[in-house]
Nanobody, 121 residues
Framework: QVQLAQAGGGMVEPGGSLRLSCVAS????????MKWYRQAPGEEREFVAG???????SFSDSGLERFTISRVNAKNAVYLHGDGLKPEDTAVYYC???????????????WGQGTQVTVSS
């Protein structure tokens, strides 16, 4: 079994910052890409940022430059940092990871439980 446990989020004032963490645990041989998505009410889930095992980041081309992503392989952890948040950043944020759990299978995608981030004064 593999679990992705998220932490962080909550209420943030406009212009404020957030830091989300996501830690994978369980039967893990290796973790490939780790990513962050978000889903606002009534909207589809959208990609925010991703990072490879080699620490190469990728970002949405939808004007989300205020977010950065980092990763600590030794901790099976990925982090999302946001600065200068706007009300439109209000959403449930999800982490995902492509994880190999046995030597006989390719990686599978696992998801965190989701974390609400509300940007409001």
């Amino acid at each position: 079994q593999v679990q992705l446990a998220q932490a962080g989020g909550g209420m943030v004032e406009p212009g404020g910052s957030l830091r989300l963490s996501c830690v994978a645990s369980g039967t893990i041989l290796s973790i490939e890409d780790m990513k962050w998505y978000r889903q606002a009410p009534g909207e589809e889930r959208e990609f925010v940022a991703g990072i490879t095992r080699g620490l190469t980041p990728s970002f949405s081309d939808s004007g989300l430059e205020r977010f950065t992503i980092s990763r600590v392989n030794a901790k099976n952890a990925v982090y999302l940092h946001g600065d200068g948040l706007k009300p439109e950043d209000t959403a449930v944020y999800y982490c995902s990871a492509n994880i190999v759990t046995t030597p006989y299978e390719t990686s599978r995608t696992f998801w965190g439980q989701g974390t609400q981030v509300t940007v409001s004064s």
